[in-house]
């Protein structure tokens, strides 16, 4: 198990007015008051707000109410690395997020003016309702510990979540 990043950065993406979408500054806010240290940014309308916000943290952990076709209320963790042919891992070359801009395009454009945090784990929940209003969907809710766990876990210095 490695040792707790020296600074660590949570960020929520999305909004609270759209159902679902609400999930990521919620859990970012309490995961942060549950562990007692990294700084909450968010909630943030776009990864684009990341750039000036994540620079040079050992640890920006970004979580996202996700659309991916899986159940509603499933946890997905990836670790943002370069592969081989500099691309990022596992599709991230677009986003399954509900924001215009992919966060693998952010992190590039972070890592060529020399910015880029040193680690990006996102967490994302699947949501299942993005529609005009507030609350979670009863699946994101029950899933909401779960997340604020996960991120607990990070912030601490562990792996990834499953």
């Not at 990521?24 to 309308?45: D, N």
């Not at 899986?70 to 691309?87: I, K, M, Y």
């Amino acid at each position: 198990m490695m040792g707790p990043p020296a600074r660590v950065v949570v960020a929520g993406l999305g909004s609270e007015f759209r159902r679902d979408d609400g999930a990521g500054p919620l859990v970012a806010e309490r995961a942060v008051t549950r562990a007692g240290r990294g700084t909450v940014i968010g909630p943030l309308a776009d990864p684009l707000d990341l750039l000036g916000e994540w620079d040079d943290a050992d640890l920006a952990v970004v979580v996202d109410a996700v659309h991916s076709g899986r159940v509603p209320g499933t946890l997905t963790t990836v670790e943002l690395v370069d592969g081989p042919d500099g691309e990022l891992p596992g599709g991230h070359r677009g986003s399954s997020s509900t924001h215009g801009i992919g966060l693998a395009g952010v992190l590039r454009l972070a890592r060529a003016v020399d910015r880029a945090p040193r680690r990006v784990v996102v967490v994302g929940i699947e949501g299942d309702d993005f529609g005009q209003g507030t609350g979670l969907s009863p699946a994101v809710q029950a899933a909401v510990p779960a997340a604020v766990s996960c991120v607990v876990d990070l912030i601490e210095g562990g792996a990834p979540c499953a």
